[in-house]
Every structure is written in C-alpha cells, then in structure tokens.
C-alpha cells in the first residue's frame, strides 16, 4: 500500500508563496492535491503521471501553482505561489496505483494527512 507524508503548510500573507511536499512510499501511477476549505466540499487541485510528468490544474490556481514530482527522491511538491485568502485550506496529498482514471476523490486510493495552509489578508 502506497503511505504518504505531507509537509510544507504554514501562515503566509496574501500574494506570498508556499512549498508544500509529499514523500511517497510505494508504487504509484498518478498523484495529486487535493484541498478542503472550512465548511467545504474537498476540491481537486492538480495531478501529475508520475511516469511522464503530464500535469492537469484546477482552473481556480492555473499559472499560480505548479505541481512536480522528484522520481529519485520519491517526493511530489506542489509550488504555490501569489497566494490568496481563498486558498486557505487543508491540503492532502493522494495517490493511485490504478492506469486509467479520473481526477475525482473517488479516483485516489491513498491519502495523506493534510497539511494546514492559511493565508492572511
């Protein structure tokens, strides 16, 4: 079973960045982020084929986040940067061994434990 550890999360200002980082223990196929806001439904935020690299965004945080992978070190980033109060949320990190499949909560087997990210006004 693919175990996964996120890290990175913290306070920041609006229009400041963030790095958050995934370490991935186990064979995976695909892996994304994912966040839930206070009093809201867990939302995509992007994916990546760990494979080839090939990315997919929210419309909600293209051209201000940029998702990654290091193959050797096992780790996918999330880089956030002109951050928003709207981006504050629980951010987990997911994972699926599966080939083909969507980018829907349903289509991730694995999760993390989430990460605190808040951004002040």
């Known amino acids: 079973q693919v175990q996964l550890v996120e890290s990175g999360g913290g306070l920041v200002q609006a229009g400041g960045s963030l790095r958050l980082s995934c370490a991935v223990s186990?064979?995976?196929?695909?892996m994304a982020w994912f966040r839930r806001a206070p009093e809201k439904e867990r939302e995509f935020v992007a994916a990546?084929?760990?494979?080839?690299?090939?990315?997919y965004y929210a419309d909600s945080v293209k051209g201000r986040f940029t998702i990654s992978r290091d193959n050797a070190k096992s780790t996918m980033f999330l880089q956030m940067n002109s951050l928003k109060p709207e981006d504050t949320a629980v951010y987990y990190c997911?994972?699926?061994?599966?080939?083909?499949?969507?980018?829907?909560?349903?289509?991730?087997?694995?999760w993390g434990q989430g990460t605190q990210v808040t951004v002040s006004s």
């Open positions: 997911a994972a699926t061994t599966r080939l083909f499949g969507g980018l829907s909560e349903a289509d991730f087997g694995s």
């Open positions: 186990g064979y995976t196929f695909r």
């Open positions: 990546i084929k760990w494979t080839d690299g090939i990315t």
